[in-house]
């Protein structure tokens, strides 16, 4: 309807938006890709953005558990490496979406429990300390693999999908990007002098520099990460070298000097990483169920994460069996990670997710491009170990940008939904507070006190409740399923407000012809496996 009243409706009135399936504006979609020199380029800043979390994660968790630099180089690559046959086996077998699979930081509460038991208390050598919390990690990721395996492929996750409308997945979406806030400008501001530059590049190479300078190709928007990384990282350097950091405290030393990490050091020139390369698996039940419970929590975020980037990959949106199918793949993934020794789980990547949104390039070929950079660089280790050593201020910058992106994927959702229903209101309002409010309480009361809110004689218990609660879009998508599912749900207008109608067509495979061109197993093989 146009907005003018009396004067018959002018051809410049403002019109209301159309809901679009699949967003309009994106340069390559799925199934089409840029020239294969760009596809390259594309592809290794998809690697530069996903080596963040792998740095980061490894680096928390291996000191912990005993080992030096030599075991956290191992440990980066053997992470990378094994994200490199994740994405390649999500893209080709699982959601089919151009998503990154990497590590994850659900994972590190449970982790960080095991390398902190008392069990190794009688170990004096660091190494066998490392070595034997590392299979103990093992043995607990295998036993989550198989839930996640099973709540995937035998369809149990898509019975939920089914009955997932738009207005759930709003806060979902937004939660999975909003709640990883604490590894933005928090970490950015650890070194303001380096971390703040990098932001402000990343938003004028992106923003700015493409409507300043006319030209019909896209050079600087898609790829502004690069540029961004390549001269705040010498501007770095120079700080560095000028003897800027040479008295300061040693937390500014370790995130502002680019020669602490000591990665390229430790990391060995040529390694291959290899299934029980630290020894066979220990299996313990507490925590065995620990890492179920992050494993269930990872499923919950990527399912945000699919989500996004089916919206950035110009897809339809995805059919509750391929949810399924892509889940499945991703208990594959842990799998992988318990079995090579990764120290964590894996997830699918939030600040991927965001990449496709920044660069406007959702191709499945430059995600398949950016694993097999993962699989080269964590084999020559020296080299990636150099990429590794970004300082951690400028990845920071990054995610500020990547992760807003996810964020407002979600908030696209809402074309879709009635936001002039009350109902529609105080569910999206009130699941977007309490997911933040409850992870917010569980994760101050964890840094204050030492421990979680729920601190019982049994360490797995207070593990499981951590885990789950300290995640914002988890406990965001339990209250906007619930509520959507049982609030006025026997009214005739709430299909309509939460949007499930403009869903419905897609809850079938075969309901729309757009979905086998972008879900569709390779070499026909939905015909054997039509709900994989």
Not at 75 to 83: D, G, H, K, Q
Not at 230 to 251: F, H, M, P, Q, R
Request: aromatic share 14%; with cysteine.
């Amino acid at each position: 309807m146009a907005a003018g009243g009396g004067n018959g409706g002018k051809s410049d009135d403002f019109q209301p938006f159309p809901v679009k399936d699949q967003l309009p504006g994106v340069d390559f979609c799925v199934c089409t890709s840029p020239s294969w020199p760009e596809s390259i380029l594309h592809g290794f800043q998809h690697y530069l953005v996903m080596l963040g979390t792998t740095v980061i994660v490894s680096s928390t968790i291996v000191p912990l558990m005993g080992g030096g630099n030599t075991e956290k180089a191992e440990v980066i690559n053997t992470l990378l490496f094994v994200s490199g046959l994740n994405t390649l086996l999500q893209t080709f077998f699982g959601t089919r979406l151009p998503v990154v699979i990497g590590g994850s930081y659900v994972f590190i509460i449970p982790t960080v429990s095991i390398a902190l038991s008392s069990r190794y208390s009688f170990l004096t050598d660091p190494n066998e300390r490392f070595k034997e919390s590392m299979r103990d990690v093992q043995g607990a990721l295998i036993v989550a693999s198989f839930f996640t395996m099973t709540i995937g492929f035998f369809g149990f996750w898509r019975v939920f999908a089914r009955f997932f409308s738009p207005l759930a997945a709003v806060p979902l979406v937004i939660l999975t990007g909003l709640g990883l806030y604490s590894h933005g400008f928090p970490q950015l501001a650890r070194c303001i002098e380096v971390g703040l530059p990098a932001l402000i590049a990343v938003i004028f190479f992106s923003q700015y520099i493409p409507h300043l300078i006319k030209s019909n190709r896209a050079i600087f928007d898609r790829f502004a990460i690069l540029f961004s990384i390549v001269v705040i990282w010498v501007y770095a350097e120079i700080l560095t070298a000028a003897g800027a950091y040479d008295n300061s405290v040693s937390k500014a030393q370790f995130s502002c000097r680019t020669d602490r990490s000591g990665l390229t050091s430790a990391a060995s020139w040529i390694r291959v990483p290899y299934p029980l390369q630290w020894g066979r698996p220990s299996f313990h039940a507490g925590d065995a169920v620990s890492v179920i419970a992050a494993s269930f929590v990872a499923i919950i975020e990527s399912t945000g994460t699919f989500i996004a980037t089916s919206r950035y990959a110009s897809a339809t949106p995805i059919p509750p069996s391929v949810h399924s199918r892509g889940v499945g793949w991703l208990g594959v993934a842990i799998l992988l990670n318990g079995l090579f020794g990764t120290g964590t789980g894996s997830t699918a990547s939030v600040e991927n997710a965001g990449l496709l949104g920044l660069t406007r390039v959702g191709s499945r070929r430059v995600v398949q491009i950016s694993a097999l950079f993962m699989l080269f660089l964590s084999v020559f280790g020296k080299f990636g170990a150099i990429l590794a050593s970004i300082p951690l201020p400028i990845v920071a910058a990054l995610y500020c940008v990547l992760f807003a992106y996810v964020a407002s994927a979600g908030l696209g959702l809402l074309q879709f939904c009635n936001l002039n229903s009350f109902r529609t209101k105080f569910i999206l309002g009130f699941s977007l507070f309490i997911g933040l409010s409850i992870s917010q309480y569980f994760n101050e009361y964890l840094l204050v006190s030492g421990h979680g809110p729920v601190h019982t004689q049994s360490t797995w218990f207070n593990n499981v409740m951590q885990t789950i609660f300290s995640s914002p879009a988890t406990v965001a998508i339990m209250v906007a399923f619930f509520l959507d599912c049982t609030h006025s749900y026997w009214h005739d207008s709430v299909r309509r407000d939460n949007g499930s109608h403009w869903w419905e067509k897609f809850r079938s495979f075969n309901a729309d012809t757009r979905t086998e061109n972008f879900y569709s197993l390779p070499a026909n093989l939905n015909r054997f496996f039509p709900s994989f």
